[in-house]
């Protein structure tokens, strides 16, 4: 079956205690993304890739870091995790050639105390 | 960058209503333009899509938008809505010349049985 996968689907973790949420695809896709949703404010965008070892900030990268040694991988990084970090994150993949019609995973919840 | 502005935050409809949702963005170039369903307590689905030809696409659940260049809109209709389109939903535009996403702050539907 084709599909995004992420882990973990929950998560409660306090200030400064660096964290990793994985994401992976199976369907071959170049291009993979990151988003955050908050409330009123819809999906923002944190970083995407087009391809392996090629990553670029989205609209809030700040706090953020990703890696993309593998196709199928897209690892989300908070390096010291702060309150305002608190939000659903969805992790997208997409081919290249499907005109960016992006496939998400099923979201992790994060929550910074 | 583009920007996608939706109208409506939160629309509450009775059962075989019908349904239209505003969505415009503002960006000079060729855009490809989604709409996606977010059921409560799931991941973002793929409602329509528009890239080229036929302005007024046909997408799942029998929901239809017309893409309007002039007045860069994508609305979002459905003649008669059912109980289980209780949702959210998100337009997103793709900027064709540098795969830049961006989505609107979504639109809460409630649909009253």
Known sequence: EAQVTQNPRYLITVTGKKLTVTCSQNMNHEYMSWYRQDPGLGLRQIYYSMNVEVTDKGDVPEGYKVSRKEKRNFPLILESPSPNQTSLYFCASSSIDSFNEQFFGPGTRLTVL | ?113
């Open chain 2, 1 to 113: 960058a583009q920007s996608v502005s939706q109208h409506n935050h939160h629309v509450i409809l009775s059962e075989a209503a019908s349904l239209e949702l505003g969505c415009n963005y503002s960006y000079g170039g060729t855009v490809n333009l989604f709409w996606y369903v977010q059921y409560p307590g799931q991941h973002l689905q793929l409602l329509l899509k528009y890239f080229s030809g036929d302005p007024l696409v046909k997408g799942i659940k029998g929901f239809e938008a017309e893409f309007i260049k002039s007045k860069f809109s994508f609305n979002l209709r459905k003649p008669s809505v059912q109980w289980s389109d209780t949702a959210e939903y998100f337009c997103a535009v793709n900027a064709v010349s540098n795969n830049d996403m961006r989505f609107g702050a979504g639109t809460r539907l409630t649909v009253k049985p």
